[in-house]
């Protein structure tokens, strides 16, 4: 038997993140993940396979599109999706591969197989059951399904199934307008897909800002998916290798069907919790099945702690990352802090959309003063230049104060330019301090500023 400082259940962003910040603070560490490889979700069968897949079909996009003004002469590349899955598997593996070489350079030490907690200070993994003075919980999240939707994950297909498709299919069903949905949605779309959206809202992205998403609706529609709006799906049925969606449109009952060779369920994920024994342990569970924590990710059995998509909070990797170091802080007797204020959220569509703070949404329900900086990336000479020139920055700030309070950017490199907006946040910077600072042209990042100076006298290009 094994005794360590801290034992972590799942090798996700969360865990793994975790059991090197804990490795760092001198701890005696091991991390538990019953997958053959490291990575959780994320780095297996969700964010970096599915970013490999985006980045070959836009690059696909490109030679059909803009290659020929630029004067690259020729024709376009076919694909050969063998290959593209191929290329998709090495992303994976390198990556993979990276957190292994990260265990070994801090000696955390990998058990491997599923993992259960037999009583408080103890974990099972396999026939072994080691000691630890303190559990982390990272044990992620899978997806979610609907009543009459089954899942086979050839026909009718997760995230999981939609990165391994035998073939590209001639017809897509996507069941779900969020980012997994429309991030997937719009690489089939770009191989030839023809892609139908079916969502149950009135709107795509739900809590996005209500002027992004009609955007980025246009946007999408224009790169060719169809959506079907207020739409309730009743259930799919799968027959000669074709699949059925039945739903409701919401405004009036009326029923319908689509027809499509493969279907992605995308409605959202919930936490993976079964099999670790918190409901013997008495491990107090949210209606939602999230593993309830105080402030600093304990739950209400000593030693036992959670993290990432097991507990409250958006669902996203990094968020996990900065619980997974702040819950290895606080064992290791420091007291670190999360901003869940500044948490920054992507879709890697083209053009990429992110957000961080408020939205006009929220502000509007708080009866909040605000002011809007607005810059459109045609202003923009780099994005013109590449071809990138739809989209824009917004900037919301405190009327009074000038404090930023939320930015939404649908556009080029929109996940990267979010940064420079969260770090002025964190420092509750106003929008003048971003105004002020000297970014380099041509950039994208003027756009950021000039959307700033948007909030006060004007942007200087628009």
Known sequence: MASYDVIIIGSGPGGYVSAIRCAQLGLKVACVEGRDTLGGTCLNVGCIPSKALLHATEMLHESQHNFAEMGLKGKAPSVDWKQMLAYKDKTISQNTGGIEFLFKKNKVDWLKGWGSIPEAGKVKVGDEVHEAKNIVVATGSESSSLPGVEVDEKVVVTSTGALELGKVPKSLVVIGAGVIG????????????????????????????????????????????????????????VKNNKATVTYKLRKDDSEATLTADAVLVATGRKPCTDGLGLEALGVEMSDRGQIKTDAHYATNIKGIYAIGDAIAGPMLAHKAEDEGMAVAEGIAGQKPHVNYGVIPGVIYTHPEVASVGETEETLKEQGRAYKVGKFSFMGNARAKANFSGDGFVKILTDKAT????????????????????????????????????????????????EAALACGDGAIHM
């Open 402 to 449: 000038d404090r930023i309070l939320g930015a939404h950017i649908i556009g080029p490199m929109a996940g990267d330019l979010i940064h420079e907006v969260c770090v002025a946040m964190e420092f509750g910077a106003a929008a003048e301090d971003l105004a002020r600072t000297c970014h380099a042209h041509p950039t994208y990042s003027e756009a950021v500023r």
């Open 182 to 237: 429309l991030e997937l949605g719009s690489v089939y779309a770009r191989l030839g897909s023809e892609v139908t959206v079916v969502e149950f809202m009135d709107a795509i992205t739900p809590g996005q800002d209500g002027e992004i998403a009609k955007t980025f609706q246009k946007m999408l529609k224009k790169q060719g998916l169809t959506f079907v709006m207020g739409a309730a799906v009743q259930g799919t049925t």
